[in-house]
């Protein structure tokens, strides 16, 4: 695949993380796709020299598969990168650790029909972070991120800790690196842990206001450490694996 922009596309997946960065943000010149917003952001006090834009993607796999194709089509980026929050296994990980996503899994498709087939291997997404120099910028746990169109259900941790050994879920994360993965599109997700679910129930459910709360301090973060990050790409084995 031959990328012609050297831009970098953001996707913001869920109504509340997107406003928690127009909030931060607040961008002079909005556009509009058939998806949701986007405008052009300049990193503070950072040396990177291309294009970064801000595109509204939407919340749950459709949409993010669907605007994440969009997005790949239109604006032809050197790389796509993810900013978002997700949930967490109570007593597998703490409350506001940010993720390092390495590997994707959907955990909601169910085949009754053939036994043998393997629905979930053919959704997995491992995703190489190769062209990342590290140290990171910023503390970050390389970690497997479950998705599914739902919120994470108590009663499904122990099976998800068992098969998958899940710490973290969300409801994008795996559709878009598919897509990516299919686009030949390198791809950075970066999401942090915005509340804990345990066998007992979830801190957030019935707690918009908690949410929102940790919402908003998760992006700022991210919005934060952007500018490092983009940093730490490094261009040379970018080129060298995924343009030609």
């Known amino acids: 695949m031959r990328l012609h ?7 913001i997946s869920a109504e509340a993380e997107w406003e928690a960065i127009k909030q931060i943000l607040k961008p002079q010149k909005v556009c509009h796709s058939p998806f949701g917003e986007y405008f052009i952001y300049q990193p503070p006090e950072s040396n990177y020299p291309q294009e970064v834009i801000l595109f509204q993607g939407g919340w749950g796999k459709i949409s993010v598969a669907a605007s994440t194709q969009h997005g790949i089509d239109h604006f032809r980026p050197t790389l796509l990168f993810n900013l978002g929050t997700c949930g967490g296994i109570a007593g597998r990980i703490e409350r506001g650790q940010i993720v390092l996503v390495e590997k994707t899994i959907v955990y909601d498709l169910i085949e009754q029909v053939d036994n043998n087939e393997d629905v979930q291997g053919y959704y997995v997404s491992e995703l190489d972070l190769s062209f990342l120099l590290e140290p990171y910028p910023w503390g970050v746990k390389r970690q497997a991120m479950l998705s599914a169109d739902r919120d994470l259900l108590a ?8 098969k998958y050994d899940a710490t973290v879920c969300d409801w994008e994360s795996a559709a878009i690196a598919f897509v990516a993965k299919r686009n030949g599109v390198p791809l950075v997700i970066l999401r942090g842990v915005s509340d804990l679910v345990s066998p007992l129930g979830g801190e957030a459910y019935g707690n918009l206001a908690l949410f929102h709360q940790s919402t908003a301090s998760i992006m700022k973060n991210l919005l934060e450490n952007l500018g490092d990050w983009l940093e730490c790409v490094d261009f040379s084995v970018l080129e060298s694996k995924w343009v030609i």
């Open 5 to 11: 922009s050297k831009a970098v596309l953001v996707l």
């Open 155 to 162: 009663e499904d941790i122990p099976f998800l800790v068992q």
